[in-house]
């Protein structure tokens, strides 16, 4: 976990300027990580944690984003994957992802049409959405599928 240190006292291109990444863990040595965020806008926030998380030695890199906008183009993540930071990126289909970005190497498109579908029926049907949020009956049934016996939790 990285906490994201941010300076309020003034406001730079509309938002407060990032001042420091805190590395707030155990060791990452060999292990591959997986960033999570809502957006990458300019992914300034993601590019500085991948890039500390190699000098902390971690083996590979996947990043995801809700909302992959790229707002600041491509270039950064193009040079972070060429120089060996970052492996793949996930990002859905919530936004309008230009051309470019679904052509680039280390881009992988989530499609989510079929979650939002659920969502809507669940809605128009009056009924829970919990079986659409709760994938452990999901996990299951493709667990079953594939018979992978499942792990016993103490």
Do not use: C
């Not at 990126?89 to 579908?117: C, H, M, Q």
């Not at 809605?123 to 016996?149: A, C, F, W, Y």
């Amino acid at each position: 976990m990285f906490y994201k240190r941010r300076d309020y006292s003034m406001i730079i291109n509309g938002r407060n300027p990032i001042v420091a990444h805190e590395y707030l863990g155990d060791s990452v040595e060999g292990k591959d990580v997986f960033i999570s965020d809502d957006i990458i806008s300019s992914g300034e926030s993601m590019l500085e944690i991948a890039y500390e998380l190699k000098k902390h030695k971690a083996k590979r890199i996947f990043a995801y984003a809700t909302y992959p906008l790229f707002t600041n183009g491509l270039e950064q993540f193009d040079k972070a994957f060429e120089d060996g930071i970052i492996d793949f990126v996930f990002g859905t289909n919530l936004t309008y992802r230009t051309s470019e970005l679904l052509r680039s190497p280390w881009y992988r498109d989530v499609d989510i049409s079929k979650y939002i579908a659920y969502l809507i029926a669940a809605l128009n049907h009056d009924v829970s959405t919990g079986m659409v949020i709760d994938p452990h009956s999901k996990i299951t049934s493709l667990l079953d599928r594939h018979n992978v016996k499942r792990p016993v939790l103490i």
